[in-house]
């Protein structure tokens, strides 16, 4: 009786697998078709694919794979995009070049769309970050060196992070650029700075500059008893002691005005990198750069590696 009653078990899974259907990938002659049709190689495909973590065996067909694939960038699509937002090829490309990308950056149009609808509605702050960097003397090839560490990084350590430094950083709005910061003020910002600095894989080092040129090394614990009253030097260098930037920052640039637009620039830094990595993880998976995310990230440690020496100054002038 037993042994009748597992036959028939196992005739019955039999079956069961027998009548279900079974799927296979597109054939390589499928394939062959859809991406000549698109002017895409096998090899722009599988990098494509890699970007999304697939592979050809995770479709059942060709059109489900033309789906993911989306609409290829060409002169006819682009004009098309171009047009929707009454702008031109010239001005398309100074757009991405903000932020650091190209339209070779992107696979199909329906994230070049995405891309340039978030960046325009942040078109003008990133003007103002830039006017700003300038005039702490942060130059071109100083942001390519800043590019160039990050593509080294660890993406999903900094999305991570991204969601806490916004929270601590948004608390430096409500500090007052005239009064010395508390103690704990002091801990939690040097603190926070400290975070960024590892996970960015950036080192800094400070030097007090006198009258005659001279450097002399200070170290994060001296700049709270060092009379600020020389410019100091901040220089930034990656994890094989390459210089990634340096600052120099005058006793005539840390103020307090400046202060407050330093902390205005750390939270919408912060709340830019936040939707950047939203927009990135939900709607751009595939793009080719997260360069944008890195630079605000880069940009947000030296600006709170300028409100620690904003703030050390006052403490020192206060002292006196």
């Known amino acids: 009786m037993y042994k009748t009653v597992i036959m028939l078990f196992l005739f019955f899974i039999v079956y069961i697998g027998a009548a279900s259907p079974v799927f296979a990938a597109p054939t390589d002659k499928e394939v062959s078709k859809l991406i000549q049709s698109i002017g895409w190689t096998k090899q722009d495909l599988e990098e494509f694919l890699s970007t999304k973590e697939l592979e050809l065996n995770h479709f059942q067909n060709t059109k489900e794979l033309k789906e993911v694939i989306g609409t290829p960038i060409t002169p006819d699509s682009l004009e098309e995009l171009l047009h929707t937002y009454n702008m031109t090829r010239e001005e398309l490309d100074i757009l991405l070049a903000g932020f650091n990308e190209?339209?070779?950056?992107?696979?199909?149009?329906?994230?070049?769309?995405?891309?340039i609808d978030f960046y325009q509605n942040h078109?003008?702050?990133?003007?103002?970050?830039?006017?700003?960097?300038?005039?702490?003397?942060?130059?071109?090839?100083?942001?390519?060196?800043?590019?160039?560490?990050?593509?080294?990084?660890?993406?999903?350590?900094?999305?991570?992070?991204?969601?806490?430094?916004?929270?601590?950083?948004?608390?430096?709005?409500?500090?007052?650029?005239?009064?010395?910061?508390?103690?704990?003020?002091?801990?939690?910002?040097?603190?926070?700075?400290?975070?960024?600095?590892?996970?960015?894989?950036?080192?800094?080092?400070?030097?007090?500059?006198?009258?005659?040129?001279?450097?002399?090394n200070l170290s994060l614990s001296d700049l709270s008893t060092t009379k600020l009253l020389d410019t100091v030097t901040m220089e930034l260098y990656d994890n094989k002691n390459n210089l990634v930037l340096n600052l120099i920052l005058s006793p005539e640039i840390l103020t307090a005005s400046f202060a407050v637009d330093a902390a205005e620039k750390v939270v919408s830094l912060t709340e830019l990198s936040e939707e950047l990595t939203t927009l990135y993880q939900s709607q751009l998976p595939n793009t080719?750069?997260?360069?944008?995310?890195?630079?605000?990230?880069?940009?947000?440690?030296?600006?709170?590696?300028?409100?620690?020496?904003?703030?050390?100054?006052?403490?020192?002038?206060n002292d006196q």
């Open 102 to 115: 190209k339209v070779q950056d992107y696979w199909n149009i329906e994230d070049l769309d995405v891309a």
């Open 288 to 317: 080719a750069s997260l360069a944008p995310l890195f630079l605000f990230t880069g940009y947000l440690l030296v600006l709170i590696g300028i409100f620690l020496l904003i703030w050390k100054k006052k403490k020192v002038s």
């Open 123 to 216: 078109e003008n702050l990133m003007v103002n970050l830039e006017e700003f960097f300038l005039n702490v003397g942060i130059t071109d090839q100083e942001k390519n060196n800043l590019y160039t560490h990050f593509k080294t990084l660890n993406e999903e350590a900094i999305n991570t992070k991204i969601g806490q430094w916004k929270v601590k950083a948004n608390s430096l709005s409500t500090i007052d650029p005239e009064s010395e910061l508390t103690q704990a003020q002091q801990n939690e910002l040097t603190a926070l700075w400290e975070d960024i600095s590892k996970t960015l894989g950036l080192h800094p080092k400070f030097f007090k500059v006198d009258d005659n040129g001279k450097q002399t």
